[in-house]
């Protein structure tokens, strides 16, 4: 059963850092694209960054300059470094794998950016 479980959320600081980790497991993790997304309260989920098995990386506009993800396909990982947060980034966020017709979702993680 394919799990990917996130980490790394939590309250921060307009203008702070957070890093969000997702550790995947029962998948072949080098060949699937990741993903993360984002969900505010009354809004559609949204594709903030992803990545794909080579490494190639597209953002979000919203995110750009600020956001990086990366990936570590040893460690089955995949990590969202956060940095100069904006109240507007508050959501939940789901790490995503794809691959041909597969696609999973994580549970979600809160990140939450207030004074």
């Known amino acids: 059963q394919v799990q990917l479980v996130e980490s790394g959320g939590g309250l921060v600081q307009p203008g702070g850092s957070l890093r969000l980790s997702c550790a995947a497991s029962?998948?072949?993790?080098?060949?699937?694209?990741m993903g993360w997304y984002r969900q505010a309260p009354g809004k559609q989920r949204e594709l903030v960054a992803d990545?794909?098995?080579?490494?190639?990386?597209n953002y979000a506009d919203s995110v750009k300059g600020r956001f990086a993800i990366s990936r570590d396909n040893a460690k089955n990982t995949v990590s969202l470094q956060m940095n100069s947060l904006k109240p507007e980034d508050t959501a939940v966020y789901y790490c995503?794998?794809?691959?041909?017709?597969?696609?999973?979702w994580g549970q979600g993680t809160q990140v939450t950016v207030s004074s």
């Open positions: 995503n794998a794809g691959y041909s017709n597969d696609n999973y």
């Open positions: 990545i794909t098995n080579i490494g190639s990386t």
């Open positions: 029962s998948l072949i993790f080098s060949i699937y694209r």
